[in-house]
């Protein structure tokens, strides 16, 4: 239960338990009081689970406080929403709100983000020729660039967003870089080298750079290949290619993706 872990963590690094503004500004025994969580922007709320984890840390730390949500994870909200009522101790929920607004923050700022590159896509897919084929629509991956202990809620978020992870570990995948390559002498080495110790069954992808590399990839019969850095002309080109080779294979492209210009990149392919 990773929320309630990191929503502990929060609250002992906050020492909420030494909250000296509101032990000294609010009585113990004023009794329960409410607080509304309202939206100042428009996003994807992702943090369905992080309510029933202070429900959880409410009965371990014996303390009264009840959370209704008004919103389920994936749904958007828009400025002025109400998201949450909080009922407790005035004390807890203001030694308790900051770590809990963090982690919602986060979450649904990802979400929010990956629906945002999702719906360009699925938007750019509906305007071609493929959109009632049996193609499935190109996905939007998550990367490993996530913060130490915070990477399953980045994961989730990203899949609430409506991506998809891609290797949740350096052992849940093999991805040959370009330093990988650098280091081995060559993609040849390097994908030969794996295939000695990697586990039955572990796809094999590689990053490549340009054309050349794509052909060496294409001979090794990898799994996957990575586009690293292509422009759309580019990866239209290296598409042709793979299609000639006659060997099915993954193809994914990295490498200045953003809001303006991923919609070019919904290829066929």
Not at 34 to 58: D, F, P, Q, T, Y
Not at 90 to 106: P, T
Not at 190 to 207: F, M, Q
């Amino acid at each position: 239960m990773f929320w309630k872990e990191l929503l502990l963590q929060g609250l002992k690094e906050d020492q909420w338990q030494w909250d000296w503004s509101t032990k000294g500004s609010v009585k113990a025994s004023r009794g329960s009081v409410a607080a509304e969580v309202i939206a100042k922007s428009e996003g994807i709320w992702a943090a369905e689970g992080l309510v029933k984890a202070a429900a959880a840390l409410s009965q371990d730390f014996d303390f009264f406080l009840e959370i209704n949500s008004k919103i389920k994870d994936g749904e958007r909200f828009s400025p002025g929403q109400k998201l949450l009522v909080w009922n407790g101790n005035a004390q807890v929920i203001l030694g308790f709100e900051r770590a809990f607004l963090n982690l919602s923050s986060y979450t649904s700022g990802i979400a929010t983000h990956t629906r945002t590159l999702v719906d360009l896509v699925e938007k750019a897919w509906g305007k071609t020729e493929l959109k009632n084929s049996q193609r499935k629509i190109p996905r939007v991956t998550a990367t490993r660039k996530t913060l130490p202990q915070y990477r399953d809620l980045a994961v989730y978020a990203v899949q609430v967003g409506g991506g998809f992870s891609h290797r949740l570990s350096l052992s849940s995948g093999i991805l040959i870089k370009e330093n990988h390559i650098k280091a081995a002498g060559g993609i040849k080495n390097a994908v030969l080298g794996v295939r000695e110790i990697s586990p039955h069954g572990l796809k094999i992808e590689v990053e490549v750079r340009n054309q050349d590399e794509l052909r060496e990839g294409l001979a090794l019969q990898v799994d996957a290949l990575l586009l690293d850095n292509f422009s759309v002309q580019e990866v239209k080109d290296a598409l042709r290619i793979i299609t000639k080779n006659g060997n099915p294979v993954c193809v994914e492209v990295s490498g200045g993706l953003n809001e303006k210009n991923i919609s070019e990149y919904v290829l066929e392919g």
